[in-house]
């Protein structure tokens, strides 16, 4: 219901601005822009970038041999995600690495990490190649968490420096009013200019995974145009990154294939961006004043985006001729996404079955009206966040390993068994010996989750027939594109 209502939220933002821009477009501005520069300085700060030739050639080479690996063995698959209660099939390919046990959940569909080789797991690779691929992805990855730290500390440091020499100037203008609004001065450098400690920093740039991005836009029969500047094409809409521990950074590594597209324009100079040429776009959110910012991505560039600038801001992707990569490190929101968590709910659960030593026949402990609600909301959770969000992506998982079917099969257990304590309060709620308070209590919470657990059945039924349809016209629309090329 409160995704619902964020989702209905949003809409309803982006019809305002819509109807306020009317057959206009907002301006917005890239490198060749004279004011590009001073705009990223003033209303951007907190996106940094990094060109290729700053980052070390052999990371470079061990990357970007890993995506092409992982094309080759076909592990990018196009995810069906949910939008205003329709199904669609993403543009984008993609896959997750990272920490083993991790989820990743976007738009409400949840992912589930290829785990990259961690020392105290025993993770066994259906092809030595895809082992040395996730190898090298967490390299790059530990080479973002310090990249992300220097960027955090640096941001720390310049607006300590930029608090500092605003006091000295309001002290200098005016010494009766720098003694009144010291206090003020001294409450906001408590906040900001006190340095960060390592904990924070740590918990703000510690990757546990990253989503591989690949697109390949000359077999792309359609792509969305960018609504609200003029961009061009979009490989992927303006949004914020969900499910992110708060105010942590996203660093992204970009590598297009230009070699085998058509290169930069030079035969005339272009107004906007290059549509060749692959780019990131920003935009302060629902925000009609600020023009928005267009960043050429090149091969091996990379850019971070600190604090709160994925709340403030928005980003999308615009394509450009050439197929394109990227792998985007996320310090994913684990309280409700792990395996461990996941079977901590199980367990939980279970507390509430008893088993007859004698005659082994199984029990519930209690049929308080809690008890069976937090019983049955977590059964409800295992089904549709963990074993069908696992099983309805089909056998994805193994083009690169097995790791998951172990813990799949526990949680089916604890399904399972859970399904029997659902028949079991059935059974007793029946049963006359209930004080009629408790019983009508605990049959009203009941019934409340059974309905929602109906409800959600054939929404996925609805949406597996769906996926089978418009996997099989995405083959076709592909097939012809293909064609088209030829």
Excluded at 113 to 133: F, L, M, R, S
Excluded at 198 to 205: A, G, H, I, V, W
Excluded at 335 to 352: F, H, K, P
Excluded at 448 to 458: A, G, N, S
Aim: charged share 25%.
């Amino acid at each position: 219901m409160k995704r619902r209502a964020g989702e209905r939220e949003k809409e309803l933002k982006k019809k305002k601005l819509l109807e306020e821009l009317g057959e206009n477009r907002l301006p917005y501005l890239t490198p060749a822009d004279a004011d590009f520069h001073q705009l990223w300085k003033t209303k951007y700060s907190k996106l940094i970038f990094r060109k290729s030739d700053m980052v070390p050639e052999e990371l470079h080479q061990m990357v970007q041999e890993s995506f092409l690996t992982l094309r080759e063995h076909n592990c990018f698959f196009q995810d069906l995600v949910r939008i205003k209660g329709k199904d669609f099939l993403t543009p984008v390919s993609r896959i997750l690495i990272g920490n083993p046990g991790c989820t990743y959940k976007y738009l409400n569909t949840r992912l589930f990490t290829v785990p990259w080789p961690t020392e105290g797991y025993n993770i066994k690779y259906c092809n030595p190649q895809i082992h040395d691929a996730c190898k090298a992805l967490m390299r790059l990855n530990d080479y973002l968490h310090i990249e992300a730290v220097k960027a955090l500390q640096a941001q720390n440091l310049f607006e300590t420096k930029e608090i500092k020499d605003t006091t000295v100037i309001d002290r200098e203008q005016s010494f009766a009013t720098s003694l009144t609004e010291q206090g003020s001065v001294s409450k906001v450098q408590s906040g900001v200019c006190v340095p960060e400690d390592d904990r924070s920093l740590k918990n703000r740039t510690s990757y546990n995974l990253t989503l591989l991005n690949y697109m390949d836009p000359l077999q792309m029969l359609y792509l969305k145009q960018e609504p609200y500047f003029g961009m061009g094409n979009m490989a992927v809409s303006w949004h914020h990154d969900e499910n992110l521990v708060e105010r942590s950074v996203v660093a992204v590594y970009s590598y297009s294939c230009e070699d085998s597209a058509i290169e930069e324009s030079n035969e005339q100079e272009l107004k906007g961006r290059d549509p060749a040429v692959w780019h990131v776009g920003l935009k302060v959110a629902w925000d009609i004043e600020t023009p928005g910012l267009a960043i050429p991505l090149h091969q091996g560039d990379i850019y971070l985006m600190l604090d709160d600038l994925n709340m403030t801001h928005q980003h999308c992707v615009l394509a450009g001729l050439s197929p394109r990569f990227s792998s985007t490190h996320r310090v994913a929101d684990s309280s409700r996404g792990t395996l461990e968590y996941i079977l901590g709910q199980c367990e939980l659960a279970l507390q509430n079955l008893q088993t007859d030593s004698d005659s082994m026949a199984l029990s519930l402990k209690s049929l308080e009206a809690a008890v069976v609600k937090q019983v049955e909301e977590i059964h409800n959770e295992v089904e549709f966040e963990w074993l069908r969000q696992f099983w309805f992506q089909g056998k994805r998982y193994l083009t690169c390993t097995d790791w998951w079917l172990k813990p799949m099969a526990k949680l089916e257990e604890f399904w399972r068994k859970m399904e029997i304590m659902t028949s079991l309060v059935l059974s007793e709620v029946r049963k006359e010996q209930q004080i009629e308070e408790q019983r009508n209590e605990t049959i009203s919470c009941f019934l409340l989750l059974l309905k929602e657990r109906q409800k959600l059945r054939k929404e996925w039924t609805a949406s597996r027939a769906e996926c089978s349809f418009k996997n099989h016209q995405c083959r076709k629309r592909r097939a012809t594109a293909i064609f088209l090329t030829r």
